[in-house]
């Protein structure tokens, strides 16, 4: 069996993240509605049996709208941290809570998933490592800035889902408030495409076969500034930039013996 990953939505209007192999899952956020979520997986053809946890990043609202509906449908566990939990807007059932404190590793049947503390405006924010077998996953978005423990777990992955939030330009010349663009700038806040592009250049590991880009911002950034700012700098790595709309085809992540290249597959 193999590692598998989906992007159900990626942005700022919801995130909802899939990683699994062929029998069990799990999401990341849950930014999405139910409804929405299962019609995505079902095009994808993932059933949501296969889903054993939910783990979620922070609080924010496009992390956790389809939170409660979906635990209380589907009785799944929520992993999540003491701060995020008690700042939720949302109640949740305490037989599903499982509380965290970053950093930990949790497994869930062949997954092991590492939770990490990140920097972003929220009360206790922590960004995920998916591996099976031999493979990783990354989940990096809200990151604020790229810190050492963002750097250190980047290295690590096969594929990486990597927020590039905002253009520069687009977000300085934007009818956004100065305090809102300092916000969004500052060391709590999000990526660049240029800071995420930095990122990718000087730290990237051997591994890493699999870019995708993701949690655009929709005033502020497009899918085609963030393909040109990454264009000519793939060589061997797939890159691809995740949509705000609709689910990403489902990637199978490889990692091949030493001395082969890894390998995506899209499905």
Known sequence: ???????????SNGNC?????????????????LREIERRMGRLR????????????H??????TGLTALTRKFKIPVFI?????????????????QIIKAPVSTQIGGLKIHSFSKHHDAAEPISFVVSYEESSMGVFTDIGH?????????????????ESNYCDTMLEEGRYPDHLKRRIRGRQGHLSNDQALELFLKHKGKNLHTLILGHLSQNNNTMDKVSKVFNGHSKRIEIVVA?????????????????TPNQLSLF
Do not use: W
Request: net charge negative; charged share 25%; with cysteine.
């Open 17 to 33: 993240y899939y990683v699994g192999n062929e029998t069990e899952a799990v999401l990341i956020d849950a930014g999405i509605s």
């Open 46 to 57: 993932l059933p949501m049996e296969r889903v054993k946890a939910l783990f979620i990043s």
């Open 146 to 162: 790229a810190c050492a423990e963002v750097k250190k777990q980047f290295k690590r992955c096969d594929a990486v889902l990597l």
């Open 243 to 259: 949509s705000r709309h609709k689910e990403s085809p489902l990637f199978t992540i490889t990692r091949k013996k030493a001395g």
């Open 59 to 64: 609080e924010h609202s496009d992390h956790v």
């Open 81 to 97: 941290t003491e701060g995020t939990h008690s700042a939720l807007s949302q109640p949740l059932d305490p037989e599903f809570v």
């Open 1 to 11: 069996m193999n590692l598998q990953f989906a992007s159900l939505n990626s942005g």
